[in-house]
């Protein structure tokens, strides 16, 4: 039997993942949080697969993520041949990490380990695969361009720190316990079911909302960070591979180019027919529709953060050559995706 669990299935990478692994015949159990409000959109098209299993639980709960491992257990018995455990939840939004920076903490950085302890204290160790959420945030700064599994890590946000305990963990685990424990260290990937925050989806969605004359600007920040975008679904399947291996091991995933922030608005424009022309510059730049004079894009400093990283590029070779891991969707295809999907 096979089977697996994602902690954080209602967020974009959870619910991809989901797909990928009920596809491949899995049992999926998924941890929900509480909230007032309904949060499973991303994965309420799943709802009648039988082999869809969700439980309430946060990552703040040891105890909580203890009875969930321990209900597996129970269910399958010795039929249970392996568990796939894949840590996808986190408080994600950088920006958002410097307000929240204890939570943050207490979430990626100590929810890793109070899940690895939860299978070391469930029995399932030997039974379990485990992989963690890491990220390209983790080389913040960068000491070297481009960034591959070797490159030495200066996270510059509460969240990059957090994710680097997170990594630590999941390397301690495996050398102290021989646990199968994979870092995934993930490059920025978005899609149709990217969160409205983040920079990729906000100008997706702002665009649509402007041509709906919904909303008539669209405020951002830094329009010169450099990132290294690719789709949610190819990294989620490169997930999976990872933890098909023999030995575990660290990858990168990454599409190995990159774009700034400012040549994602103007392709997501032009593919509406809108050439967006910049004047000024810093937070008086504006960007204008050449054909109406229409000003359109501003910017807030309300959007910049306390430290930025500036680039990211990845270099992903490794994961390319070891687990025959490949883009399917390039950075045309994605804002094209994004574009469609939010203008509908
Ligand atoms: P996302 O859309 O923000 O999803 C985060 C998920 O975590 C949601 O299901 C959320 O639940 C859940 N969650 C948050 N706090 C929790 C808590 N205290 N207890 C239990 N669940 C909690 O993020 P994503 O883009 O799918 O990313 C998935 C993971 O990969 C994250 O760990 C992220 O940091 C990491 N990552 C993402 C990228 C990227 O570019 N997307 C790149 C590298 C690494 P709610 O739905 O209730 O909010
Ligand atoms: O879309 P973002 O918020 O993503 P960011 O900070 O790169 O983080 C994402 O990718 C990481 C992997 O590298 C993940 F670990 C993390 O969980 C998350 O998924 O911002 C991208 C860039 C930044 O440089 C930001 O300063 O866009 C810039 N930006 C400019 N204007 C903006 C905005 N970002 C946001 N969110 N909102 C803006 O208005």
């Known amino acids: ?66 009875s969930i491992l321990n209900e597996i257990k129970d269910k399958y018995k010795e039929n249970l041949e392996r568990l796939e455990v894949y840590n996808l939840a986190a408080m994600s939004h950088v920006k958002v990490s ?13 929810g890793t380990l109070r899940l690895l302890e939860s299978i070391r204290a469930s029995g399932l160790k030997d039974k379990t695969r485990f992989y963690q959420a890491s990220t390209s945030e983790l080389y913040g700064k960068v000491q070297e361009v481009p960034q591959n599994e070797n490159t030495p890590f200066y996270p510059r946000s509460p969240y ?11 390397v301690n685990y495996r050398e102290s316990y021989g646990m199968y424990c994979c870092n995934g260290i993930l490059f920025n990937h978005e899609s149709e079911r990217r969160g409205l925050t983040f920079v990729t989806r906000k100008i997706t969605k702002g665009l649509s909302k402007i041509l709906r004359n919904e ?6 920040g830094n329009l010169d960070a450099k990132r290294d975008w ?16 023999d030995e575990p091991e660290d990858f990168v995933l990454s599409t190995d180019e990159n774009h700034t922030v400012r040549e994602f608005v103007e392709k997501a424009f032009k593919l509406k027919n809108i050439e967006i022309i910049w004047k000024g510059s810093g937070i008086n730049e504006i960007g204008y529709d050449k054909n109406t004079n229409r000003e359109l894009i501003f910017i807030s400093e309300q959007y910049y953060r306390p430290a930025e990283v500036d680039l990211l590029l990845g270099d992903s070779s490794k994961a390319r050559e070891k687990l025959g891991w490949k883009i399917e969707c390039d950075f045309d295809n994605l804002v094209k995706k994004m574009v469609e999907e939010d203008c509908k």
């Open 98 to 110: 410097f307000e929240v920076p204890e939570y943050t903490g207490n979430i990626d950085g100590l």
């Open 215 to 220: 909303q008539d600007k669209l405020v951002l």
């Open 230 to 245: 690719g789709h949610a679904k190819d990294f989620c399947y490169g997930m999976w591979l990872m933890l098909q291996q």
């Open 1 to 66: 039997m096979k089977v697996a669990l994602i902690t954080g299935i209602t967020g974009q990478d959870g619910s991809y993942l989901a797909e990928i692994l009920l596809e491949k015949n899995y049992d999926v159990w998924g941890i929900i949080r509480r909230s007032s409000n309904f949060t499973t959109s991303r994965i309420e098209h799943l709802y009648n697969n039988e082999s869809l299993f969700l439980k309430y639980g946060d990552l703040s709960d040891g105890s909580n993520i203890l």
């Open 160 to 170: 990059g720190v957090a994710k680097l305990y997170g990594y630590w963990i999941t």
